[in-house]
């Protein structure tokens, strides 16, 4: 892909994420990925429908813009479902809690 071109490292972790929640908003299942250098073509099994007697392929060509754009959408996506920053709990006190004493039994 073009995509990593003139980067010190590929980010696939980044990518695939993005390309898992594309495969999940549609519903998609059965899928296989290639990477070719134009992008990640995207093949699927679809399943048969009323229309349709039996399940067929379907195959797509996510370009790098493609990609660039669906990262972008799933970063947006996972920013609004980020639940609010949790305040820090209240620092302890360094002086110790005052123990309860039991009073000592009277000796006779």
């Not at 995207?42 to 370009?63: D, G």
Request: proline share 10%.
């Amino acid at each position: 892909m073009k995509l990593f071109a003139g980067l010190s490292r590929t980010d696939y972790e980044d990518v695939l994420g993005a390309v898992g929640a594309l495969v999940d908003e549609r519903g998609w299942s059965d899928i296989s990925l290639m990477e070719v250098d134009e992008g990640l073509i995207v093949q699927l099994l679809v399943k048969p429908s009323l229309r349709q007697a039996r399940p067929h392929l379907e195959t797509y060509l996510l370009t790098d813009a493609d990609l660039e754009r669906v990262q972008q959408d799933a970063l947006r996506l996972r920013r609004k479902k980020a639940p609010p920053p949790v305040s820090a709990p209240p620092r302890a006190s360094r002086r110790p809690a005052p123990r309860r004493h039991r009073p000592c039994p009277r000796l006779q």
